[in-house]
């Protein structure tokens, strides 16, 4: 399969935890993306990470990139009942056009 | 804000009738997707379009096909329903030739096809 691999499939944390996502890939990439996506509604778009990147931030969110475990993670502080949602994420494949999809993590951030 | 607009939330169907799904971005993007999600197969492309009247299959091409008249309209056409195609249909939009960044997507398509 082509597709990332997102781990763990599904996690409830209570408010207020961190909450770590990890995604895995095949081969070498452009970048690599996280996504978030509500119940029932379209895909919003997180953050990018390039591959010569490292790490990067945006608010409450921390993307690591490791490309020679061809791996990334993202971390979600000081969470929420409103970030309640699927995380995906997407690579970009160096010379393509094609977006690849996990199959996405389902977190649940209890009140 | 870009916006991408899909027609219909949610759509019902019988089997053999033949489907339109309609996706209207309003930033000026020359690439636009269509990709189905199903449970436990994330987000599979069916077609792109990286200009008017240019498209690609994507990876699940097969009992669709797309049009592209207009840079801000891409349809996604089902000539013939199948139960199996019994999905959420997402489009999405991105700007410039090659780029490899964000994809804005539309709320979705719901389609049950019985």
């Known amino acids: 399969s082509q597709q990332g691999e997102e781990d763990p499939q599904a996690l409830s944390i209570q408010e207020g935890e961190n909450a770590t996502m990890n995604c895995s890939y095949k081969?070498?990439?452009?970048?690599l993306q996280w996504y978030r996506q509500n119940s029932g509604r379209g895909l919003v778009h997180l953050i990018l990470?390039?591959?010569?990147?490292r790490e990067k931030h945006s608010g409450r969110l921390r993307v690591t990139l490791d490309t020679s475990k061809k791996s990334s993670s993202l971390l979600i502080t000081a969470s929420r009942a409103a970030d309640t949602a699927s995380y995906f994420c997407?690579?970009?494949?160096?010379?393509?056009?094609?977006?690849?999809f996990g199959t996405g993590t389902r977190l649940k951030v209890l009140a | 804000d870009v916006k991408v607009t899909q027609s219909s939330r949610y759509l019902v169907k019988r089997t053999g009738e033949k489907v339109f799904l309609e996706c209207v971005q309003d930033m000026d993007h020359e690439n636009m997707f269509w990709y189905r999600q199903d449970p436990g197969l994330g987000l599979r492309l069916i077609y792109f379009s990286y200009d008017v009247k240019m498209k690609e299959k994507g990876d699940i091409p097969e009992g669709y096909s797309v049009s592209r008249e207009k840079k801000e309209r891409f349809s996604l056409i089902l000539e013939s329903a199948s139960t199996n195609q019994t999905s959420m249909y997402l489009c999405a939009s991105s700007s410039g030739l090659h780029y490899t960044g964000e994809l804005f997507f539309g709320e979705g398509s719901r389609l049950t096809v019985l």
């Open positions: 990470i390039r591959s010569n990147e």
């Open positions: 081969t070498s990439i452009n970048n």
């Open positions: 997407a690579t970009v494949y160096s010379g393509t056009y094609k977006y690849i």
